[in-house]
């Protein structure tokens, strides 16, 4: 697709499982974030890949969130055993990273995580 | 990455011009500034960004001062839809890892 493309879109899960939300960046960036945003909150960096580097995960929460990224392309972030604080909504972008316009980042919609 | 200051909330007419401000004093001569904004917590948009030259495109314009520590996002007029938080933030062009983006300025058009 043109844009980034996040899936779910809305996940309701209930305290204790995991949850995995999908990224698809778009086609020939090089890199990807993830961010997270809390009701009325700012944006929380989580986690940044870059090619083939290994990951920046200095913004991951807890050792309960981790994210890969397969064959320079989709991402998935996993939550495990969830919890209510982590409620927020996902938000995954992407940039080519390199050429003047290299570090303009593009989001995806985001996907809406209630823990109940 | 260089820190920016923006004023947390602004007001603007509707029809008129909306100038937000962003104050970047220890920008580094590689550092490029950018402009985002975000509508009910949907994904941040680009705007805008520029490196000392002013810039203008289809949404708004960026006016960055002469010693580059300061710069004003412009949007000439401003709609209902265009309510929403704006983010200033310096980086470089190329490379370098994420981004951060701060309490933005809440800008709110009043009808």
């Known amino acids: 697709g043109a844009g980034v493309s996040q899936s779910p879109s809305n996940k309701v899960t209930e305290k204790g499982k995991d949850v995995e939300l999908r990224c698809d960046p778009i086609s020939g960036h090089t890199a990807l974030y993830w961010y997270r945003q809390s009701l009325g909150q700012g944006l929380e960096f989580l986690i940044y890949f870059q090619g083939n580097s290994a990951p920046d995960k200095s913004g991951l929460p807890s050792d309960r969130f981790s994210a890969e990224r397969t064959g320079g392309s989709v991402s998935t972030l996993t939550i495990q055993r969830t919890q209510q604080e982590d409620s927020a909504v996902y938000l995954c972008?992407?940039?080519?990273?390199?050429?003047?316009?290299?570090?303009?980042?593009?989001f995806g919609e985001g996907s809406w995580l209630t823990v109940v | 990455d260089a820190k920016t200051t923006q004023p947390p909330s602004m007001d603007c007419a509707e029809g008129r011009a909306a100038n937000l401000p962003c104050n970047h004093s220890t920008i580094s001569g590689n550092e490029y500034v950018y402009w985002y904004r975000q509508i009910h917590s949907q994904g941040p948009q680009y705007i805008i960004h520029g490196l000392k030259n002013n810039e203008t495109n289809e949404m708004a314009s960026l006016i960055i001062t002469e010693d580059r520590k300061s710069s004003t996002l412009i949007l000439p007029h401003a709609t209902l839809r265009d309510t929403a938080v704006y983010y200033c933030?310096?980086?470089?062009?190329?490379?370098?890892?994420?981004?951060?983006f701060g309490t933005g300025t809440s800008l709110t058009v009043i009808p």
């Open positions: 972008a992407s940039s080519l990273l390199s050429g003047t316009a290299g570090n303009t980042i593009y």
């Open positions: 933030i310096v980086r470089v062009a190329e490379g370098g890892n994420q981004f951060y």
